[in-house]
């Protein structure tokens, strides 16, 4: 087992679950063509799972500035820090070469699910009396 953010991480030989070698183009391309598409995924799987990581220590953080908003009878959204953050996330995007409009609908994703967490973190804390 591998760790990563003190998580325990399956091995694939441990799960069976995930293949890094599964493709429908196996039979149809060079083997050397085949084994250089192999190793640029698994670079692209390190990099999914290191955005999963990251996510989830994201959420976190956002979860402990819901019950700080709960506790505080602050609104679950913040329409200003919402706005600054994702000028500032276009102009990052903008720099490192990814397009902005993506980084954009990325992020509104996030902010949505931030702001449906804050909901309901509010509402229990409203129904717990606190």
Known sequence: MSQQNNAQVPDNAETGAYDPAASSLADTVQKEVMEELLSIRGSIDNFDATLVYLLAERFKATQRVGHLKAVHALPPSDP????????????LAQEAHLDPEFAEKFMNFIISEVIRHHQTISATHAENGN
């Open 80 to 91: 200003g820090r919402e706005k600054a953050q994702i000028e500032r996330l276009r102009r």
